[in-house]
């Protein structure tokens, strides 16, 4: 496995970033049996969930988040 360094990630565009934070994201997600909930944890999963169920317009979708945030990055970011 190849180490980055923070150094090469301040280096990174936005959206390269986003992407990293994405893949740590599904990796983490991969390997869940591992990282047990606490009681306090999974009644606030439990409490958000059933929000998003009873509210869904109040949402964003990760994918409108991450569009939007790479639309801003665009304007902000001068390597782009």
Do not use: F, Y
């Amino acid at each position: 496995m190849s180490k980055i360094r923070v150094e090469e990630v301040k280096q990174m565009s936005v959206a390269e970033r986003l992407d990293l934070i994405e893949a740590i994201w599904e990796s983490l997600s991969e390997a869940s049996e591992s990282l047990p909930l606490t009681e306090a944890q999974r009644q606030e999963l439990d409490r958000r969930i059933a929000d998003i169920e009873h509210n869904p317009d109040a949402w964003e979708s990760w994918e409108d988040v991450k569009a939007a945030l790479l639309r801003g990055s665009a304007r902000n970011d001068p390597s782009r």
